[in-house]
């Protein structure tokens, strides 16, 4: 079983709309990354998140990590085609530098 | 500009061939990390290393070899003991410790004919 899981795993909306991905993990987090991917390349970092009920905003994007540091949730305020890709959580779960990713989420944006 | 290059970006491999791929990073960071990517799935950590001439097993290590004997460098060589090897691989680097962003390069594609 994922040990982050990741919903939903691909996302269909008009531009202009509102939408949500979240990650979850029934274990702690200490340390939440959203990256975004281009298919076929690397990874672009979005956002960290360290202490519970931690909120990160930049431009149209806003992530969120929940009190118990168990949930994160990653909102996209009206939506544009350059918002399309595959976005991505990851978390230090347990000590170390080591990451867990989440399978990621395909979002795409149809103008 | 510093940051962390892969070569080469597609790779193609005969079964039964090791191939070593490149992955160099000029952002003086401790850290180093392999990961593969297979369609519709999360990354898989394969091998990491903290500190020069040491590195440890990720999840999925079987059929891949690593080596850290430069700070800037840590290729992988993906053996023929590999079964299914054909990925998208990612490599990236961070500070030493916890909660430090990784940075990753744009990948190498291999296939295996």
């Not at chain 2, 500190?51 to 700070?71: C, L, P, T």
């Not at chain 2, 003991?81 to 691989?89: D, G, I, W």
């Amino acid at each position: 079983s994922q040990e982050l899981e990741q919903s939903p795993q691909s996302l269909i909306v008009q531009e202009g709309k509102n939408l949500t991905i979240n990650c979850t993990s029934s274990k702690t987090l200490y340390g939440l990354y959203w990256y975004k991917q281009k298919y076929g390349e690397g990874l672009i970092f979005l956002m960290m998140l360290q202490k519970g009920g931690e909120e990160k905003s930049h431009e149209k994007i806003t992530a969120k990590l929940d009190e118990k540091k168990q949930q994160s949730s990653l909102h996209i305020t009206a939506s544009q085609p350059s918002h399309a890709g595959i976005y991505l959580c990851g978390a230090a779960i347990g000590s170390g530098s080591r990451l867990t990713f989440g399978e990621g989420t395909q979002l795409t944006v149809n103008p | 500009d510093g940051g962390i290059t892969q070569s080469p970006k597609y790779l193609f491999r005969k079964e039964g061939q090791n191939v070593t791929l490149s992955c160099e990073q000029n952002l003086n960071h401790d850290a180093m990390y392999w990961y593969r990517q297979d369609p519709g799935q999360g990354l898989r950590l394969i091998y990491y290393s903290q500190i020069v001439n040491d590195f440890q097993k990720g999840d999925i290590a079987e059929g891949y070899s690593v080596s850290r004997e430069k700070k800037e460098s840590f290729p992988l060589t993906v053996t023929s003991a590999q079964k299914n090897p054909t990925a998208f691989y990612l490599c990236a680097s961070s500070r030493a410790g916890q909660n430090n962003e990784q940075f990753f390069g744009p990948g190498t594609r291999l296939t295996v004919l």
